[in-house]
Every structure is written in C-alpha cells, then in structure tokens.
Nanobody, 127 residues
C-alpha cells in the first residue's frame, strides 16, 4: 500500500494559479499510472488528469484542457498538478490516486482503476 499526501491547495481568485503536489511514501509509484481527481459538494468525484507511469502520456478532462498540466518526478516519488487560469467552477477537493495493475485505458476511464488515495486538498476559487 502506498500513502499519498496532497499539498498546495488554498484560496485564490479567478485567473490565479496553484500547483498541487502529491508525495508518495511506502512504496515507489514510478511504475504506476497516477491521477488527479476532484469532488465538489454534491457532485461525484471526477477524473481531472492522469499521467502514464513513464510520464510519456497524459490525459485531461475537457473542462481543464489547456489550463491544467500534470507531471511527475519519479526520483522524488511525487506527482504534480499545475493549475492556471483558475475558475470558480474549479472549486473542489482535489485528490491524487495511484493505479497499479491497470491499463492506460482503464486509468483514463475513472475511479475504478485507482486503489490508493490521498486525503485531498481543498481548492477554492473566488470569482
């Protein structure tokens, strides 16, 4: 089991940027696909971005394309989510998660491929 800890959330204004970090411990995640999810009050958890274990492929949900960037540093066992041009509708709790034993297709399909989750980081964007 891997422990994931998110950091970097906060309260910002529309148009600002934030960078979330997800530090993994307990085991290396260098061979796992990783994802960032978010959950707003009253809504289902949704996949925001995913990155292949090698970093060679990325996936973005339509609402964040062109504004968010997922990247990883396997030497640091850490995954990041750079969020630019934030909007009020980006307000949510953001979770990182690890998908092991899952295909890339599965990792880009939703929560079912992910087995370990962080506790989440609150991102609040004021308009």
């Amino acid at each position: 089991q891997v422990k994931l800890v998110e950091s970097g959330g906060g309260l910002v204004q529309a148009g600002d940027s934030l960078r979330l970090s997800c530090a993994a411990s307990g085991r290396t995640v260098s061979s796992y696909h990783m994802g960032w999810f978010r959950q707003a009050p009253g809504k289902e958890r949704e996949l925001v971005a995913a990155i292949r274990w090698s970093g060679g492929d990325t996936y973005y949900a339509d609402p964040v394309k062109g504004r968010f960037t997922i990247f990883r540093d396997n030497d640091k066992n850490t995954v990041y989510l750079q969020m630019n041009s934030l909007k009020a509708e980006d307000t949510a709790v953001y979770h990182c998660a690890a998908a092991y034993g899952s295909s890339w297709y599965e990792a880009t399909s939703g929560v079912g491929a992910y087995y370990d989750w962080g506790q989440g980081a609150q991102v609040t964007v004021s308009s």
